[in-house]
């Protein structure tokens, strides 16, 4: 038995994007709003590789000694913070700005890309397409990508069956991770290498991979949370809505506001560039040649961790935790107790900082338009408000963080609770079904540009000693 199922777009794209476009044309060298005359992805990728194979070339060849900085102590033995070392072209993170994606901030992809109706969410389907080309989608295309989409969202019956091996108790990245893996055994990549195919050629192969895992993830992560929430009682594809929409109805959430909620939430955890846990196993597994389905279920594992993905799960869990001790109409006083209370614990409070970032996440912000304009009475988002004035001087005040501004994670899980989302363990398998866009998306461009393996230099606390001694006589 072969499980079906499709997404499928209903995108418009705004009037006002070609107004917008004007004072976008410098914010990226080859950016530029697509014609509708070629709706083939793949077709515009083919244009576009050998140019930036010759654009990489040159760079090499005229700039390859040019020295990028200086690598300290701190750096090597403090996770590599501050280290340029990674090339990573479909996104870029400004410790002021924030993300870019191809060179759009989140507010001008708001603004520029398809969406359901004017004034709508962008939809996943359309910052595919702007991350792989560098190029704004017309409505025509986006739809064709999610009619190419909507054709590889077919999952065999084994990949389900190897989640049921699980007991239901599994964490759900766990199940998650293992219906990918199960993907992989349809890998084009692994049969076309097998085959002997030329290192030329890797990147289509990766192409079709790609796109099918980015196609089937929802229904293996809608699946999850069915088996695991909802006694195994799944929901249909419904051929109408897009990627978005229709993971949303897949999970059982049909109310249009989360529906607009999910195309934002895949769109905006897409991509952080290339040097966050997942984003970098991604890369790092798919520099040895492992197909996007190995190297996308590492990163997934990645995304697992306490200190990446699943900080998701930790907030909403400690924002209720505030409720159930101190109530939901908690005083701005009882808040700064409860904070200080958590800090001198020594614990944490999730949700606020970030390794790159120095001012509020704008993935933060956006968030929370969304609750203003949707649900600016809901008692959790009013705390989540709150906490934006509490946490930041306290944070301030301690002196041992650089960034006390709200990242991300600290208003994703209020607004999936708000509509009845409520199962904080499963958040970060929503965070892995959106990071699928951007990991794949780079992932055809390192087997386009060829990027080779990834093989950093490692050193002993002996050899760091050393070294140190003779700098200082000499």
């Known amino acids: ?130 991350l792989l080309t560098g190029k704004v989608p017309s409505k025509e295309q986006v739809d064709a990508l999610s009619s190419e989409l909507r054709g590889r969202a077919t999952v065999p019956d084994y990949v389900y069956k190897a989640i049921d091996a699980l007991p239901l108790t599994a964490h759900p990245m766990t199940q998650f991770t293992t219906g990918v893996m199960a993907l992989q055994v349809q890998s084009e990549f692994q049969k076309a290498y097998e085959k002997g195919i030329h290192k030329s050629k890797y990147w289509e192969p ?32 419904d051929d109408s809505l897009d990627y978005g929409g229709n993971f949303s109805h897949m999970l059982g959430f049909d109310d249009p506001k989360m529906h607009e909620l999910m195309r934002l939430y895949v769109t905006i955890h897409s991509d952080h560039e290339g040097g966050n846990v997942s984003a970098h196993t991604g890369h790092l597994v798919a520099s040895a040649l492992s197909d996007p389905y190995l190297s996308f279920a590492a990163a997934l594992n990645g995304l697992a961790g306490p200190l990446h993905g699943l900080a998701n799960q930790e907030v909403l869990l400690w924002i209720k935790s505030v409720v159930d001790e101190c109530g939901e109409n908690i005083s701005i006083e009882q808040l700064k107790e409860y904070v ?96 699928s866009i951007g990991i794949c998306s780079q992932l055809i461009w390192d087997r386009a540009l060829g990027l080779p393996l990834e093989r950093p230099k490692s050193v002993t606390m002996d050899w760091l000693e050393n070294h140190c001694r003779k700098v200082s006589s000499s």
């Open 1 to 130: 038995m072969v499980f079906f199922r499709t997404v499928s777009a209903l995108a418009r794209l705004r009037s006002s994007a070609s107004a917008h476009q004007s004072t976008l044309g410098n914010s990226v060298r080859w950016l530029q709003m697509q014609s509708s005359s070629d709706l083939d992805l793949h077709s515009h990728l083919k244009e576009l590789i050998p140019e930036q194979q010759e654009r990489l070339k040159k760079l090499k060849a005229e700039h390859g000694k040019v020295q990028l900085g200086n690598i300290t102590v701190d750096m090597v033995i403090g996770g590599m913070r501050g280290m340029t070392g990674l090339l990573w072209e479909t996104s870029l993170l400004d410790p002021d700005e924030g993300i870019r994606f191809r060179g759009l901030s989140i507010p001008e992809c708001q603004k520029l890309l398809p969406a359901v109706k004017p004034g709508g969410e962008p939809l996943p389907e359309g910052l595919l397409w702007l």
């Open 206 to 237: 990766t192409y079709e991979d790609s796109l099918s895992l980015i196609a089937r993830v929802p229904l293996v992560a809608a699946y999850v949370y069915r088996r695991i929430y909802k006694g195994s009682q799944f929901i249909p594809v």
């Open 340 to 435: 200080w209370k958590t800090l001198n614990s020594g614990k944490v409070v999730p949700g606020f900082g970030h390794g790159v970032l120095r001012k509020t996440d704008p993935r933060y912000t956006c968030q929370r338009e969304f609750a203003l304009k949707h649900l600016p009475d809901d008692p959790l988002f009013q705390l989540v408000s709150k906490l934006y004035e509490v946490v930041p001087p306290i944070l301030t005040e301690l002196g041992k963080v650089k960034n006390p501004w709200p990242n991300v994670d600290a208003h994703s899980g209020v607004l999936l609770n708000y509509f009845g989302l409520s199962e904080a363990r499963y958040y970060t398998v929503l965070f892995g079904v959106s990071r």
